[in-house]
């Protein structure tokens, strides 16, 4: 089919006529052939080829050839010439497509049918259009493929894994097999397999199984973030997490998108110091598939508990006068926490006499640091306060030892007492103490010295009494001494104190013997003013003061505490009717009058000069209730018309007045001088628009 036009194919040759020699004869191709593919040399009857051929198209054609006689037309004849077209291998082996996807699960077994590749060649002989497979792999090294080479089957050749391999990239070669090698044609394909996933992984955990949170984190911390991974595809490989087991308390929750453990309630070490989870990752795939972990979470101790002492309230006693370093008692503390958080220090907080203990701060003993003295202090409320905020109370008592004498108030005393006093009558209470405890500090009372019998006393009160019927003119005076003694039982101790009866020879004095007050009016009666105080250094009714006003109250304006010298309004104040009251009356003083109820009776006497401060009690008033005033309208502007003027009864700025025009002067004719009350001509009169005018004049 590869023969060129215009060459010579054959030559047809007529057997020679010996009979006829120089024969003429003449070639054609019968017309009725609708071949154009040949010619023919009418006069040598060389058949030519005048247009290519083509096997494919038509591999074999049937000449009628009419060969004419020129000399002897009789002798035409028709030679039927057959010609066969032998294929050129001129055509290549063809793919459909240019490029090729499949796609195959991972798990199907070895041999199995992946693809079919039916490539065609426009060849027609069988050998120039048979075709032949194979095919190479480009991104791996083992090729899992094999090809069949006359099917073009594609058929797995080992196990896949798309884990391992996502996808092969192959060449396809498609190639005729012509007997001249080097005339073999071949096309290529490219095709890329793509292993489809399927759910044959489980999901592996890539966290660790470990995991520390310390105690004090709020809630919500992030505790932990579990990790899985699916090396699967899709949702093949969409890991979920979920608690399995470990989380009865509902401690903590678990995202399962994310994989992120959070607390979700406060942790307590001291209560769980470690949680064990049993925690699940599970993926999406269809059966879905699962893995485990056993996640330990420890939880880190902080030192969040205070210690404890194992009572709150110590209790103890120890005595008095003992040398320091004297053991008191041994606390003891306990704290929750684990580690040094435990361990605990001892100390004492400062408070009233702390500094007379020394606390050891590891054992938690308590020596004392100095002798104590019971009378000095006899209870010690001491806390101990560990490190961390705990406190406990020690109730320390310090035992009593007789170390204190009984004390009188007096180291003496001077007693008045009338001769007319009844028997038994007590004359003087007696008051001693004794700082010790116990029986150590219980008095009791007795009299040394000879009273003539006219005196005795009670030795568990202390009052002394008159025991018979005294009479000056036979005695007038008495001494003796009262001992006050303790109970002890082992060194008692005891105090003497000297009674001398007293003579009334001492004045009542009063602090000051002039005294200034001052008191509002208007205020109500029995409203208290000042208080005077007098000492009188006498004792018993010797001593005994009385206060009385003695002159300038004769309106019986004030009146007096006798007692207690409190010296109060006794009538409403007026300011404006008296303004200060004095002792004397023709000054206006009051004097106050201090008396003792000795026999005879002394007294003193003190000035208090009392001022009523003045209250805005009194509205101003005009010296007329109204003023009539006749001026001339040709008077010029600025003459004097008039004066007003009022008084008030108050005083100071009580009393200053200010005028001014209320009503009356619309048109502005006068002016006023709010001082003085002055009213002058402001603006011309005119008789024919206003006769009179009538101004109304405010005083404040």
């Given at each position: 089919?590869?023969?060129?036009?215009?060459?010579?194919?054959?030559?047809?040759?007529?057997?020679?006529?010996?009979?006829?020699?120089?024969?003429?004869?003449?070639?054609?191709?019968?017309?009725?052939?609708?071949?154009?593919?040949?010619?023919?040399?009418?006069?040598?009857?060389?058949?030519?080829?005048?247009?290519?051929?083509?096997?494919?198209?038509?591999?074999?054609?049937?000449?009628?050839?009419?060969?004419?006689?020129?000399?002897?037309?009789?002798?035409?004849?028709?030679?039927?010439?057959?010609?066969?077209?032998?294929?050129?291998?001129?055509?290549?082996?063809?793919?459909?497509?240019?490029?090729?996807?499949?796609?195959?699960?991972?798990?199907?077994?070895?041999?199995?049918?992946?693809?079919?590749?039916?490539?065609?060649?426009?060849?027609?002989?069988?050998?120039?259009?048979?075709?032949?497979?194979?095919?190479?792999?480009?991104?791996?090294?083992?090729?899992?493929?094999?090809?069949?080479?006359?099917?073009?089957?594609?058929?797995?050749?080992?196990?896949?894994?798309?884990?391992?391999?996502?996808?092969?990239?192959?060449?396809?070669?498609?190639?005729?097999?012509?007997?001249?090698?080097?005339?073999?044609?071949?096309?290529?394909?490219?095709?890329?397999?793509?292993?489809?996933?399927?759910?044959?992984?489980?999901?592996?955990?890539?966290?660790?199984?470990?995991?520390?949170?310390?105690?004090?984190?709020?809630?919500?911390?992030?505790?932990?973030?579990?990790?899985?991974?699916?090396?699967?595809?899709?949702?093949?490989?969409?890991?979920?997490?979920?608690?399995?087991?470990?989380?009865?308390?509902?401690?903590?929750?678990?995202?399962?998108?994310?994989?992120?453990?959070?607390?979700?309630?406060?942790?307590?070490?001291?209560?769980?110091?470690?949680?064990?989870?049993?925690?699940?990752?599970?993926?999406?795939?269809?059966?879905?598939?699962?893995a485990t972990q056993v996640l330990t979470i420890i939880v880190l101790d902080v030192n969040d508990e205070a210690p404890v002492f194992v009572k709150q309230l110590y209790e103890t006693a120890v005595h008095e006068n003992q040398d320091p370093g004297e053991f008191v008692i041994k606390v003891e503390a306990v704290d929750r926490d684990a580690g040094l958080n435990s361990l605990l220090q001892y100390e004492i907080l400062p408070g009233a006499g702390y500094e007379k203990f020394e606390m050891n701060s590891e054992s938690g003993e308590l020596v004392t640091a100095a002798s104590l003295d019971r009378e000095t202090q006899e209870?010690f409320n001491i806390k101990g306060n560990p490190s961390r905020s705990s406190t406990a109370q020690l109730y320390l008592t310090v035992l009593d030892e007789n170390d204190h004498s009984p004390l009188f108030a007096k180291t003496q005393y001077q007693i008045s007492v009338s001769e007319d006093l009844e028997e038994g009558s007590a004359i003087l209470d007696l008051s001693a103490s004794d700082e010790d405890g116990g029986l150590n500090g219980e008095v009791v009372y007795s009299l040394i010295d000879d009273t003539y019998g006219a005196f005795a006393v009670d030795s568990v009160t202390g009052s002394i009494v008159s025991t018979?019927?005294?009479?000056?003119?036979?005695?007038?005076?008495?001494?003796?001494?009262?001992?006050?003694?303790?109970?002890?039982?082992?060194?008692?101790?005891?105090?003497?104190?000297?009674?001398?009866?007293?003579?009334?020879?001492?004045?009542?004095?009063?602090?000051?013997?002039?005294?200034?007050?001052?008191?509002?009016?208007?205020?109500?009666?029995?409203?208290?003013?000042?208080?005077?105080?007098?000492?009188?250094?006498?004792?018993?009714?010797?001593?005994?003061?009385?206060?009385?006003?003695?002159?300038?109250?004769?309106?019986?304006?004030?009146?007096?505490?006798?007692?207690?010298?409190?010296?109060?309004?006794?009538?409403?104040?007026?300011?404006?009717?008296?303004?200060?009251?004095?002792?004397?009356?023709?000054?206006?003083?009051?004097?106050?009058?201090?008396?003792?109820?000795?026999?005879?009776?002394?007294?003193?006497?003190?000035?208090?000069?009392?001022?009523?401060?003045?209250?805005?009690?009194?509205?101003?008033?005009?010296?007329?209730?109204?003023?009539?005033?006749?001026?001339?309208?040709?008077?010029?502007?600025?003459?004097?018309?008039?004066?007003?003027?009022?008084?008030?009864?108050?005083?100071?700025?009580?009393?200053?007045?200010?005028?001014?025009?209320?009503?009356?002067?619309?048109?502005?004719?006068?002016?006023?001088?709010?001082?003085?009350?002055?009213?002058?001509?402001?603006?011309?009169?005119?008789?024919?628009?206003?006769?009179?005018?009538?101004?109304?004049?405010?005083?404040?």
């Amino acid at each position: 089919e590869n023969f060129k036009p215009a060459q010579v194919l054959d030559s047809l040759k007529v057997p020679d006529n010996h009979l006829v020699p120089n024969r003429k004869l003449h070639f054609s191709i019968a017309k009725d052939d609708d071949n154009v593919h040949f010619e023919i040399d009418s006069l040598t009857g060389d058949l030519y080829l005048s247009k290519e051929l083509d096997y494919e198209t038509e591999s074999h054609f049937l000449l009628q050839v009419i060969i004419k006689d020129c000399n002897n037309p009789s002798q035409n004849s028709t030679v039927f010439l057959s010609i066969d077209v032998e294929d050129k291998n001129d055509h290549s082996p063809y793919f459909q497509d240019d490029f090729v996807v499949i796609g195959v699960e991972e798990n199907v077994p070895v041999g199995t049918l992946v693809y079919t590749f039916n490539a065609k060649d426009g060849d027609g002989s069988f050998l120039n259009s048979k075709i032949e497979y194979s095919l190479e792999v480009s991104n791996m090294s083992e090729n899992p493929f094999l090809i069949h080479p006359l099917y073009g089957t594609l058929a797995t050749a080992s196990p896949l894994d798309r884990e391992m391999t996502r996808s092969v990239i192959l060449t396809v070669f498609a190639e005729d097999q012509a007997i001249n090698l080097t005339e073999r044609r071949l096309d290529s394909l490219a095709v890329k397999v793509v292993i489809l996933d399927i759910n044959d992984n489980s999901p592996s955990f890539m966290s660790s199984p470990l995991s520390y949170v310390m105690e004090d984190v709020e809630v919500g911390f992030i505790v932990h973030h579990i990790i899985a991974q699916d090396p699967d595809e899709g949702r093949n490989g969409q890991v979920t997490y979920h608690i399995l087991s470990g989380n009865e308390n509902k401690a903590f929750v678990l995202d399962k998108i994310t994989g992120l453990l959070t607390t979700a309630q406060l942790l307590d070490h001291e209560v769980q110091e470690c949680y064990s989870l049993t925690v699940m990752a599970l993926d999406d795939g269809s059966p879905s598939l699962s893995a485990t972990q056993v996640l330990t979470i420890i939880v880190l101790d902080v030192n969040d508990e205070a210690p404890v002492f194992v009572k709150q309230l110590y209790e103890t006693a120890v005595h008095e006068n003992q040398d320091p370093g004297e053991f008191v008692i041994k606390v003891e503390a306990v704290d929750r926490d684990a580690g040094l958080n435990s361990l605990l220090q001892y100390e004492i907080l400062p408070g009233a006499g702390y500094e007379k203990f020394e606390m050891n701060s590891e054992s938690g003993e308590l020596v004392t640091a100095a002798s104590l003295d019971r009378e000095t202090q006899e209870v010690f409320n001491i806390k101990g306060n560990p490190s961390r905020s705990s406190t406990a109370q020690l109730y320390l008592t310090v035992l009593d030892e007789n170390d204190h004498s009984p004390l009188f108030a007096k180291t003496q005393y001077q007693i008045s007492v009338s001769e007319d006093l009844e028997e038994g009558s007590a004359i003087l209470d007696l008051s001693a103490s004794d700082e010790d405890g116990g029986l150590n500090g219980e008095v009791v009372y007795s009299l040394i010295d000879d009273t003539y019998g006219a005196f005795a006393v009670d030795s568990v009160t202390g009052s002394i009494v008159s025991t018979r019927a005294l009479d000056r003119e036979t005695k007038s005076q008495y001494t003796f001494r009262a001992v006050a003694s303790d109970c002890s039982t082992h060194f008692p101790r005891s105090t003497t104190v000297s009674l001398i009866q007293d003579v009334n020879d001492n004045v009542p004095k009063f602090e000051q013997s002039y005294y200034k007050a001052s008191v509002w009016e208007g205020q109500s009666p029995k409203i208290d003013i000042i208080q005077v105080f007098a000492t009188d250094l006498d004792s018993g009714l010797n001593g005994e003061t009385e206060y009385s006003i003695l002159s300038g109250n004769e309106n019986a304006t004030f009146l007096i505490d006798s007692t207690r010298g409190i010296l109060a309004t006794n009538t409403g104040l007026d300011y404006e009717n008296t303004s200060s009251y004095r002792f004397v009356s023709s000054s206006h003083q009051l004097v106050l009058l201090a008396s003792d109820r000795g026999t005879p009776s002394l007294n003193s006497t003190a000035t208090v000069l009392i001022t009523v401060l003045d209250v805005n009690d009194n509205p101003p008033v005009f010296s007329s209730p109204e003023y009539h005033v006749h001026v001339k309208e040709s008077i010029p502007i600025g003459s004097h018309i008039t004066e007003v003027a009022a008084k008030d009864c108050d005083a100071g700025t009580n009393a200053e007045i200010t005028y001014a025009i209320i009503s009356g002067n619309d048109r502005g004719h006068f002016c006023l001088d709010a001082r003085t009350g002055s009213v002058n001509l402001a603006k011309t009169l005119d008789y024919e628009d206003t006769m009179k005018f009538t101004l109304i004049i405010q005083a404040t």
